[in-house]
T-cell receptor, first 112, second 114 residues
Framework: GNSVTQMEGPVTLSEEAFLTINCTYTATGYPSLFWYVQYPGEGLQLLLKATKADDKGSNKGFEATYRKETTSFHLEKGSVQVSDSAVYFCALIYNQGGKLIFGQGTELSVKP | NAGVTQTPKFQVLKTGQSMTLQCAQDMNHEYMSWYRQDPGMGLRLIHYSVGAGITDQGEVPNGYNVSRSTTEDFPLRLLSAAPSQTSVYFC?????????????FGPGTRLTVL
């Protein structure tokens, strides 16, 4: 079946450190891939997305590249800030119609 | 636009009680869905709707009912609450005209069943 696997958290980094959160997927066909972010006490909001192989999604200094050969969509940021502390979810849509499949989420904590 | 709104924000129920979680959106989105969020399990789809009058089951539908009488509203009903339904519930909407459809989430309802 279709699924998303993320690296387990929590991830704790110092401010200005480099961030990578791994995400791999299993899906039939050609899914669209997403990263959502959930700040404390809030709902999820879209961070970035990519709809086809080799596409790079980017937003707020975060980026992720759709790698079909490795079925991956790893999230990266060159220099994290305390305000990036949140839970990050990788997700996919495997057909038109909006049924999102989520990974389990990765909590990021950035210390000053 | 208010986006996606959910009420209540917090709720405590006793086992066996029933209640309805409200969800509304003002973006004229056809697609709406309910998820539950549990620690270490991400978000799991409960029910979804592709338009007024049309609903379908997601991954974890047991113990929940939905209806979609209007485009704007998509309430989730717990028929007889159980402790296993303690969770955070999120409603989402999107306009799935393409494969790139972005889902917009409400702020969530934190439910505790004693």
């Amino acid at each position: 079946g279709n699924s998303v696997t993320q690296m387990e958290g929590p991830v704790t980094l110092s401010e200005e450190a480099f961030l990578t959160i791994n995400c791999t997927y299993t899906a039939t066909g050609y899914p669209s891939l997403f990263w959502y972010v959930q700040y404390p006490g809030e709902g999820l909001q879209l961070l970035l997305k990519a709809t086809k192989a080799d596409d790079k999604g980017s937003n707020k200094g975060f980026e992720a590249t759709y790698r079909k050969e490795t079925t991956s969509f790893h999230l990266e940021k060159g220099s994290v800030q305390v305000s990036d502390s949140a839970v990050y979810f990788c997700a996919l849509i495997y057909n038109q119609g909006g049924k999102l499949i989520f990974g389990q989420g990765t909590e990021l904590s950035v210390k000053p | 636009n208010a986006g996606v709104t959910q009420t209540p924000k917090f709720q405590v129920l006793k086992t066996g009680q029933s209640m309805t979680l409200q969800c509304a959106q003002d973006m004229n989105h056809e697609y709406m869905s309910w998820y539950r969020q549990d620690p270490g399990m991400g978000l799991r789809l409960i029910h979804y709707s592709v338009g007024a009058g049309i609903t379908d089951q997601g991954e974890v539908p047991n113990g929940y009912n939905v209806s979609r009488s209007t485009t704007e509203d998509f309430p989730l009903r717990l028929l007889s609450a159980a402790p296993s339904q303690t969770s955070v519930y999120f409603c989402a909407s999107s306009d799935p005209g393409t494969r790139t459809d972005t889902q917009y989430f409400g702020p969530g309802t934190r439910l505790t069943v004693l």
